[in-house]
């Protein structure tokens, strides 16, 4: 006798037979189903060598081919630059302070100097420029461009069930955002971990909906869900493809755990600080910790093919006086910021600087630990990773903290460009759209591909 396993676009049979002579086929295109739930399965063994249908009917996707990825974080209130950009250049450079917490991945990613984008200024309102370089950004009759998220997510957005995702923490919504339409409209973020949560794994009908967020508010898990859909899974694939299930459904389990404690600091009392902290049901203060579950959201966005363009901003600018590791800032982000060559606030913005980093290197770490079809997930991702400032204390625009990591190129070496007459940002994009497969020799200010990246 025979069981079916219910999935989203096709089932899974448990097989009479010993199982290893009966596996099943599976489609990227799967997704364990339960009340209110879809959950996408990561790349498996069992999923090589397929062409699976796509979402659009008669579309099909090439499975043999392999999956890139696009991931664009901007930190809009610029880093220490002194501590960010190293010395000398090529694959002898000595790291800088901010860059010897990124020791472990050096081999990883590839960082700039000189670079930026031509004729975007206006300080802090660049940064809806970061992935569009649009010029002018203050002018009077300033028009947006297409982001370069949104351009891929054109491209290629078609292959996943979100096109692009506009991600953020303490954005102000209406604001700020690093997705822009063709038309110059900014996108609104989702800044809720939650909230992204459940777009990505909540699905059915209304009631369904509302049933699986009532047992999300209880603390009980999706798998829940799907739990006797995952043991069957689970005995009917490779003893390889069971452990990368088990590593992924202990990831989503984790999640949920760092979402459930970020929520308890609502019912916290607040630290006592020399100016009034914003009252806000999502704990902006508790900026770190945010950032944090944004970045294992989107690396489990990608682990799932969910989408292959993402966009994250994380709005310092509109963050209050936040607080991590037992470090409170005297005065709200922005305004430390603005350090005036003070003593205590230089300190406590290279504490911050330096928690970025920390994240950043976990992200990293996390992506390599990933394989696919022979790959990590952070050879296939091509992370692009600064600000739209070179500081926030001058406002300048100009030799932007920039590193790129994954995708695979060859990394480990500093580019460094003419740190008064700058290469061109633009140019980088275009060569993580070819990198992608995707054909153009050209986007916003670009002169070509960026020279020196391998």
């Not at 370089?133 to 009759?141: L, R, V």
């Not at 949104?150 to 957005?157: A, D, H, L, R």
């Not at 600064?386 to 406002?395: D, I, L, P």
Request: glycine share 8%; aromatic share 6%; proline share 5%.
């Amino acid at each position: 006798m025979t069981r079916d396993i219910t999935l989203l676009g096709g089932s899974v049979r448990k097989p009479r037979a010993p199982l290893a002579a009966k596996r099943q086929s599976l489609s990227r295109r799967h997704f364990l189903r339960g009340v209110g739930v879809a959950l996408a399965l990561p790349q498996l063994e069992s999923m090589q060598g397929l062409t699976a249908k796509g979402a659009v009917a008669g579309e099909e996707i090439d499975a043999a081919v392999e999956p890139r990825r696009f991931l664009g974080i901007c930190n809009n209130i610029g880093l220490l630059p002194e501590n960010f950009f190293p010395q000398g250049e090529g694959r002898e450079y000595a790291a800088s302070p901010y860059l010897e917490r990124l020791a472990a991945h050096r081999q990883d990613f590839t960082v700039f100097s000189g670079v930026s984008h031509p004729e975007v200024d206006s300080g802090h309102m660049a940064d809806v420029c970061f992935l569009s370089a649009a010029p002018h950004p203050g002018s009077g009759g300033f028009r947006n461009t297409i982001s370069l998220d949104q351009f891929i997510g054109e491209k290629i957005g078609h292959l996943t069930r979100f096109p692009a995702l506009a991600l953020g923490v303490n954005v102000s919504q209406g604001v700020r955002s690093l997705s822009v339409t063709r038309d110059g409209v900014l996108l609104p973020v989702e800044n809720s971990a939650e909230g992204l949560f459940r777009k990505m794994f909540v699905q059915g009908t209304a009631d369904e909906v509302r049933s699986q967020i009532h047992k999300l508010d209880r603390g009980q898990s999706i798998l829940d869900a799907v739990s006797e859909q995952v043991t069957e899974l689970q005995q009917s694939v490779t003893a390889t493809d069971s452990a990368r299930l088990d590593q992924f459904f202990t990831s989503v389990r984790e999640l949920e755990r760092r979402m459930e404690m970020s929520k308890a600091w609502e019912h916290r009392p607040k630290p006592v600080v020399d100016r009034e902290v914003p009252t806000d049901p999502t704990s902006p203060k508790e900026y770190m910790a945010k950032v944090r579950l944004m970045y294992e959201l989107a690396r489990l966005a990608f682990e799932t093919d969910s989408t292959r363009s993402i966009s994250l901003l994380l709005d310092s600018m509109n963050s209050p006086a936040i607080e991590f590791d037992g470090v409170r800032f005297i005065t709200d982000y922005h305004a430390m910021s603005h350090h005036g060559q003070s003593a205590e606030k230089l300190q406590l913005l290279k504490v911050a600087d330096e928690q970025h980093m920390d994240l950043l290197g976990q992200l990293l770490a996390d992506l390599k630990t990933i394989n696919e079809a022979g790959e990590t997930l952070l050879e296939r991702t091509m992370l692009v990773y600064g600000s739209n400032m070179n500081s926030a204390q001058t406002h300048s625009t100009m030799n932007l903290p920039i590193l790129m990591a994954g995708g695979g190129f060859r990394h480990g070496v500093h580019l460094a460009f003419d740190s008064e007459r700058n290469y061109p940002l633009p140019n980088l994009f275009v060569s993580i759209l070819q990198r992608l497969g995707i054909e153009t020799d050209k986007f916003a200010s670009s002169t070509g591909t960026m020279r020196g990246l391998s």
